[in-house]
């Protein structure tokens, strides 16, 4: 199994409790601290968008709380079944593109209909 950087900070109590889900788990990996790698974690965080702890970089992909997994059980279980996309790159970002276009356009229409029923419910409320 490759190695997974995990790029934490020791005030940060989500990433105590990852690192001690991993090493439970046997799963081997290097801690690298935001404070003393402020270069690379700039860059880590500029590239993602995302300054959020533990980022956790596997087989050259990041992984990120609230974003790819919800707890230390899901990434386990997302580091377990990992395998590599096939896709280039390129393919990938459109393919994700697509999908975030689709989302948003799907929230877009939620929010549409939740403000529509609600000016009906206010309008029937005062006649």
């Given amino acids: 199994m490759n190695k997974i950087i995990m790029y934490a ?3 940060c109590n989500y990433c ?5 889900r991993l090493s439970k788990e046997g799963i081997d990996f290097k801690v690298r601290l935001t404070e003393d790698f402020k270069e690379d ?7 993602t968008g995302m300054s959020i702890l ?3 970089l596997y087989k050259d992909n990041f992984f990120i709380p609230g974003r790819n997994f919800s707890n230390p059980d899901h990434l386990i279980q997302i580091i377990n079944n990992f395998e590599p996309s096939r896709f280039s790159n390129e393919k990938i970002i459109l393919e994700r ?3 975030l ?27």
Avoid: G
């Fill in 41 to 47: 974690w700039n860059q880590v965080s500029n590239l």
């Fill in 101 to 127: 276009n689709y989302n948003i356009s799907m929230a877009f229409n939620n929010l549409q209909n939740n403000l529509k029923n609600k000016e009906n419910n206010e309008h029937k409320s005062t006649s």
């Fill in 97 to 99: 593109i697509n999908t």
């Fill in 54 to 56: 533990p980022t956790i």
């Fill in 9 to 11: 900070s020791d005030s």
């Fill in 16 to 20: 105590k409790q990852m690192k001690e």
